[in-house]
């Protein structure tokens, strides 16, 4: 990762522009082509270094609900686990916890009442128990990672 791969992270996390050609906006801020700073974001998700590109909506102005769950998954099932998890489009992301609930992630539905039914469809394709946790209160932190 160079200088020009940690300047556009940095910027997708909050300094990412708005306007027609956002790609050619950042590639004149950051000394490079706009077919390169496509090709950078393309490589970044390819290679791992990013799990996700695009906005985050709120969904519960929309009328959804995000969910917080938790799953304690077997050592020997979590990587198999992860995947199965990862493959619902409605799991925003997915991260390990050194806990009895090791795996924790968060569910995203267009319409609150959707979640029970994720819930239930993740039990079956995983065979384990998940705990949902849905938001009570909100609240702004503005976290950034700067690399």
């Known amino acids: 990762m160079d200088s020009i791969d940690r300047d556009l992270i940095n910027r997708y996390q909050g300094d990412f522009p708005i306007c027609a050609r956002p790609y050619l906006q950042l590639a004149e801020e950051v000394g490079c082509?706009?077919?390169?700073?496509?090709?950078?974001?393309?490589?970044?998700?390819?290679?791992?270094?990013?799990?996700?590109?695009?906005?985050?909506?709120?969904?519960?102005?929309?009328g959804g609900q995000f969910t917080l769950a938790a799953i304690e998954v077997p050592e020997d099932r979590f990587d198999e686990v992860t995947e199965i998890v990862n493959s619902f489009s409605e799991v925003a992301h997915n991260y390990?916890?050194?806990?009895?609930?090791?795996?924790?992630?968060?569910?995203?539905?267009?319409?609150?009442?959707?979640?029970?039914?994720?819930?239930?469809?993740?039990?079956q394709a995983t065979g384990l128990k998940v705990y949902p946790f849905p938001k009570e209160k909100e609240f702004y932190i503005n976290l950034r990672f700067d690399v």
């Open 33 to 62: 082509s706009e077919e390169e700073v496509i090709q950078r974001i393309s490589a970044m998700l390819e290679d791992g270094t990013l799990t996700r590109f695009g906005p985050l909506y709120d969904v519960e102005v929309f």
């Open 96 to 123: 390990a916890r050194n806990h009895q609930l090791n795996m924790w992630f968060v569910i995203a539905c267009e319409v609150a009442n959707q979640t029970d039914e994720v819930v239930q469809r993740i039990e």
